[in-house]
């Protein structure tokens, strides 16, 4: 009967937060003038927490009034209202923390706090009312990032009037020099409507009982949905010290489609869902959490103690403004027979080493600077010619190789006669429906591509020398050549890395088994790039976007050797990969670097050994790096990711000093624009190559002093760039593209990338978008 009373009292308050709160009738201005509180004087160079940002926007500065915690794993909150009557859209966060004093942030919406007081300590709540989480901090994970076009409304008749701010002081160490601390978030609000209303969806359990001693214990929820359709794009797990592992699906035609999966002992902050996931009507939500008993005594119950447990599985959505609803809840099981079909994943712990769950707790881990010194005395003394100051890199406006027509340009590489390689997909994509969750190709129905997907190409007219490749590849990826002239190749769904003659319709060798991802000496898990040692003929593959290591075989083809792990929370440590995605083999240092793609960095290790030796990272990169290679005599070149919201890195080439990792000059095209270079190739004449997997597109760039062309100025780059399809530039995507979808442009990615999903401009499908948030639908007016 107790426990009866439990789970209704737990429902009641589940449901009670969704209703609405009231309007105050004082004029909004007036109620922050009398309920601001004064910053310290260590905290903001102005006492002007309100900022406008033009007619219909302004920025709202949310800060902890200078405070100092008395002691570890303190949470403080404080509130701000919102400054205005009338709606408001929440459009974009920027943090303002450091993970040596935070340990993380949440910011709520509501409509009245816990407490007035200035600040207060957050176990006497946040919100007396409804409360919304809107954004997470936290220094091991990414911080929320809204798509374009996307908003939390606040504020008039229906929107929360309140922020609370809640910040997580791990380990206090950090204030014995006795500051003050004013971390916080600033927020971005407009009055413009937006087209789409963000939200959040609670998936919770309330009746499962974990007996003592046992194992293993699941808690499982499922609902169907019955509303208009939302597409998700960030996800938070939450239970208690019992808690395993937590998983989220989207449900349709019984095939399970994962939101998100994360051990609830490491920082529970929100995570960006890895792939596109909408949700339509009848589709059906299901999470499972596992829980281990071991070590209890006695029963354990979902409840609201640090004794008690919880399953909670929360999911950020978007929705269409006209059906958006801000807040949703699951609390049931309504098919319970159909988890004897979840994948197998759901059911397997993630570990978490004892050094992270350190960190969860906020303790501070010392960490060493490398010493480069070392490093920037192998600089060779002809580096200094080749890297004269007045270099740069500019678009070879003239070649016609713009006007090609092919799929999506995953692989560059110059051949012994220095003619162009590229390695395409025809008409092949990688959308949502090519693998299922455990990695395992699902289209091939659709048979290999039957185009020739190796194009050789003349460097200086585009001419097609030659071509092959047909009928043997699935969903191409990486591409390099051997001093030979042997092709290596790689193909994310065939799991494969094969060794192709020039002239040759069979490979010469093949790595990894057809269509079965592994992670032992045998297997590949969607293997990325190749490079081949010019002296030993090792081969060293990097594996890939669902294993996180390099992998060195000898020349015929045997294991010899691997390194690289995945990387942990925080900041990502040297020989961790997220998303090895391209390989530069520098035959004059004996190394092989690695362009650490969700990592936004290169990371260089000894050939022999796989020592790490450097890294190098520049805050011009921006969060993503995709590919990167080298010139023999002391150049690297690279090609970042599209930027964040917020954030002013552009997408651009790189190039740079070897041995010192200085960046020598930038480079961007003039006709068309870069949206997603995938690799880049350059010669030792300094020309280079880029290949974009969205534009479907190959630039050609040379050095200053061989452009013909060096009259075009960038006052007239602005009107000369085509976003998208038609105008002066190549448009690739015309070749294959089958029907009408999303705009990519439409939105703005989530922090971390996790497939290789690549979203043409006008194509449905979900095309090396390599974990984006899905693109919100066209408005009714676009085509």
């Known amino acids: 009967m107790a426990g009866l009373v439990n789970n209704l009292l737990i429902l009641f308050l589940v449901f009670q937060n969704i209703c609405l709160g009231f309007r105050s009738p004082l004029s909004v201005f007036k109620r922050y003038k009398d309920t601001a509180r004064p910053f310290s004087s260590e905290c903001l160079g102005s006492d002007q927490p309100v900022i406008s940002l033009g007619l219909s926007d302004f920025a709202l ?96 008749e229906t929107g929360g009037r309140f922020f609370v701010l809640q910040v997580h002081y791990g380990d206090i160490s950090a204030f014995r020099d006795k500051h003050k601390d004013c971390s916080g978030v600033t927020l971005h609000l407009t009055h413009q409507k937006q087209p789409l209303i963000a939200g959040m969806y609670l998936m919770m359990s309330v009746n499962t009982v974990i007996p003592p001693g046992e194992k293993v214990v699941d808690a499982d929820i499922a609902c169907h949905y019955k509303r208009f359709p939302m597409h998700l794009f960030a996800y938070r797990v939450h239970t208690h010290r019992l808690g395993k592992v937590v998983s989220g699906y989207r449900v349709r035609n019984g095939q399970w489609t ?44 979902i409840g ?68 480069k010194s070392s490093l920037l005395q192998q600089a060779k003394k002809e580096e200094e010619e080749i890297l004269d100051q007045d270099f740069h890199i500019e678009e070879a406006v003239e070649w016609p190789g713009l006007d090609l027509r092919l799929g999506q340009v995953s692989g560059l590489a110059l051949d012994p006669e220095n003619n162009l390689v590229l390695f395409h997909r025809g008409d092949h994509v990688w959308d949502e429906n090519s693998f299922d969750s455990k990695f395992v190709y699902q289209q091939r129905g659709l048979g290999p591509i039957e185009q020739n997907t190796i194009l050789v190409l003349n460097p200086s007219n585009a001419k097609l020398l030659r071509s092959m490749g047909k009928s043997l590849f699935y969903l191409p990826h990486g591409l390099s050549i051997d001093k030979n002239g042997n092709y290596w190749v790689t193909d994310v769904a065939l799991h494969q890395v094969f060794k192709l003659g020039a002239d040759d319709k069979e490979p010469l060798l093949i790595l990894g088994v057809a269509l079965q991802p592994g992670s ?18 090792s081969i060293y593959v990097s594996d890939g976007y669902c294993n996180s290591r390099i992998i060195q075989f000898s020349p015929n083809g045997l294991y010899v050797n691997q390194w690289g792990e995945e990387t942990s929370l925080g900041r990502a440590r040297p020989g ?53 290679s080298y010139v023999p005599g002391g150049l690297l070149f690279a090609v970042n990711g599209m930027p964040y919201p917020g954030e002013a890195e552009p997408v651009q080439g790189f190039v740079m000093n ?86 990519r442009k439409g939105f703005d990615r989530l922090s971390t990338e996790g497939s290789d999903q690549e979203k043409d401009e006008d194509d449905g499908t979900d095309s090396e978008e390599e974990c984006s948030a899905p693109p919100p639908p066209p408005a009714p007016s676009s085509s």
């Open 61 to 156: 500065d949310i800060r902890m009034p200078g405070v100092m915690p008395k002691q570890s794993d303190t949470y403080l909150c404080m509130s701000v209202p919102l400054p205005v009557d009338d709606e408001a859209y929440v459009v974009d966060f920027k943090p303002h923390a450091s993970m040596d004093t935070v340990h993380h942030m949440l910011l709520f919406g509501c409509n009245e706090p816990s407490s007035t007081e200035n600040y207060w300590d957050c176990d006497e709540g946040t919100c007396k009312d409804k409360s919304n989480i809107l954004y997470a901090w936290a220094r091991n994970a990414p911080p929320t990032r809204l798509p374009k076009g996307v908003g939390f409304r606040v504020g008039g």
């Open 258 to 301: 994962l939101i998100g999966r994360q051990s609830p002992q490491l920082p529970q902050a929100f995570y960006p869902v890895e792939h596109p996931v909408d949700v339509s009507y009848d589709d059906i939500l299901a999470a499972r959490c596992v829980f281990s008993g071991e070590g209890r005594t006695t029963e354990t119950h």
């Open 304 to 371: 609201g103690t640090a004794d008690d447990e919880m399953c909670n599985f929360y999911i950020m959505y978007y929705m269409e403004a006209k059906h958006a609803v801000s807040y949703m809840t699951c609390t049931q099981n309504a098919n319970p027979e159909m988890f004897r079909n979840i994948p197998q994943e759901a059911n397997i712990p993630i570990p978490v080493k004892s050094d992270m769950l350190k960190m969860t707790h906020g303790h501070h881990e010392e960490t060493k600077d490398t010493d």
């Open 520 to 537: 032992d000496k045998n297997h590949f898990c969607q293997p990325t790039d190749v490079a081949v040692d010019p002296i030993t003929g």
């Open 576 to 628: 961790q990969f997220h998303i090895p995605h391209s390989l530069a083999l520098i035959p004059d240092f004996s190394q092989l670097c690695v362009a650490d793609r969700e990592n936004g960095r290169i990371q260089c290790f000894r050939l022999e050994t796989g020592e790490f030796v450097r890294e190098i990272k520049h805050k011009s990169f921006g969060r993503e790096l995709f590919a990167v």
């Open 658 to 743: 070897f041995s010192t990792g200085e960046i020598i000059d930038t480079f961007i095209p003039l006709r068309k624009s870069f949206e997603m270079p995938h690799d880049v190739v350059a010669s030792e004449d300094k020309t280079v190559f880029v290949g974009d997997v969205h534009a479907r597109a190959v630039w050609k760039f040379a050095s200053t002093e061989k452009m013909e062309h060096r009259s075009v100025k960038k006052a007239g780059i602005e009107v000369q760039e085509i976003k998208g399809k038609g105008g002066g530039g190549l448009n690739l995507g015309n070749f294959f593209a089958s029907h009408k979808g999303y705009s």
